[in-house]
């Protein structure tokens, strides 16, 4: 994200209207924001942070105490560019605020835009629209974002420590990488279910065979070459009595012609 302008008015110690041309600034390359502490280095960052996400990290409950106390509106616009594989987009988000009491404000008017060819096509009307609109179109959340790329005062440490889990899902924000890491997920989790359901058929089948193990399977064998002793053996007594049996047979039929030969 490469920020062009800022606008903001009612925010803080900015009481009065004030722009910031970062174009002008970003032609050096680098540049820093300096002053003495409570003229408003940190509210740059606040302002980006309530026009992006509604939002200042670091106030109570997000907006308490935000707005400058002689103040009843707070105004904040910012323009901002993005590049990617499709070329340069310009987006302009603008939030106004009203003061509710002491300490707390509602939110007025909220929209965001892109910018082509000066004309400003609205994307979002209202705040919780803007909200997912700017979260999809820069890929961060407010955490994210002022983890990564806006750190307020004593943020440092956190950004230094984060750990596992939420290390992993602010770089997959970071870079875009969650649908690679869902599908990855969906697939694994497919393959899971698919091996957990062969696993169970094959347990079902092979209780249906029975005992199958080794003591088990020597134990058929032994088993099947008794039986195919006992069939060889019975074969081969069949084979005698059938032997016999034709035997008898012939000797038999011998004898009925010798005994009919006898008479007349």
């Given at each position: 994200m490469k920020p062009i302008s800022l606008t903001v008015a009612g925010l803080h110690s900015f009481r009065e209207k004030q722009e910031i041309d970062f174009?002008?600034?970003?032609?050096?390359g680098?540049?820093?924001?300096?002053?003495?502490?409570g003229s408003g280095k940190s509210s740059i960052l606040d302002a980006m942070t309530l026009a992006l996400y509604g939002k200042v990290e670091r106030a109570s409950n997000n907006t308490q105490?935000?707005?400058?106390?002689?103040?009843?509106?707070?105004?904040?616009?910012?323009?901002?560019?993005?590049?990617n594989a499709k070329g340069k987009q310009r987006f302009k988000v603008e939030r106004t605020f009203k003061r509710t009491d002491d300490i707390r404000v509602k939110s007025g008017i909220c929209r965001l835009s892109e910018i082509r060819d000066e004309e400003h096509l609205v994307i979002a009307d209202k705040a919780g629209e803007v909200n997912l609109a700017v979260q999809e179109i820069l890929g961060l959340t407010i955490?994210?974002?002022?983890?990564?790329?806006v750190l307020p005062q004593g943020k440092f440490a956190e950004f230094l420590?984060?750990?596992g889990a939420d290390r992993r899902q602010m770089l997959q924000r970071l870079f875009q990488l969650?649908?690679?890491?869902?599908?990855?997920?969906r697939k694994i989790k497919e393959e899971l279910h698919l091996k957990t359901r062969l696993l169970g058929e094959i347990q079902a089948e092979q209780l249906g065979l029975g005992e199958a193990s080794d003591e088990a399977v020597k134990s058929a064998e032994e088993a099947y070459k008794e039986l195919e002793r006992a069939v060889t053996s019975?074969?081969?007594?069949?084979?005698?009595i059938e032997t016999l049996f034709e035997e008898k047979r012939k000797s038999g039929s011998g004898r009925q012609k010798e005994g009919r030969w006898s008479f007349p």
């Amino acid at each position: 994200m490469k920020p062009i302008s800022l606008t903001v008015a009612g925010l803080h110690s900015f009481r009065e209207k004030q722009e910031i041309d970062f174009e002008a600034l970003c032609q050096g390359g680098v540049f820093g924001i300096f002053g003495p502490t409570g003229s408003g280095k940190s509210s740059i960052l606040d302002a980006m942070t309530l026009a992006l996400y509604g939002k200042v990290e670091r106030a109570s409950n997000n907006t308490q105490g935000i707005m400058n106390h002689a103040e009843n509106v707070l105004e904040v616009s910012y323009v901002f560019e993005l590049e990617n594989a499709k070329g340069k987009q310009r987006f302009k988000v603008e939030r106004t605020f009203k003061r509710t009491d002491d300490i707390r404000v509602k939110s007025g008017i909220c929209r965001l835009s892109e910018i082509r060819d000066e004309e400003h096509l609205v994307i979002a009307d209202k705040a919780g629209e803007v909200n997912l609109a700017v979260q999809e179109i820069l890929g961060l959340t407010i955490d994210d974002f002022t983890r990564a790329v806006v750190l307020p005062q004593g943020k440092f440490a956190e950004f230094l420590s984060l750990k596992g889990a939420d290390r992993r899902q602010m770089l997959q924000r970071l870079f875009q990488l969650e649908k690679y890491g869902d599908e990855l997920s969906r697939k694994i989790k497919e393959e899971l279910h698919l091996k957990t359901r062969l696993l169970g058929e094959i347990q079902a089948e092979q209780l249906g065979l029975g005992e199958a193990s080794d003591e088990a399977v020597k134990s058929a064998e032994e088993a099947y070459k008794e039986l195919e002793r006992a069939v060889t053996s019975s074969e081969k007594t069949l084979q005698e009595i059938e032997t016999l049996f034709e035997e008898k047979r012939k000797s038999g039929s011998g004898r009925q012609k010798e005994g009919r030969w006898s008479f007349p």
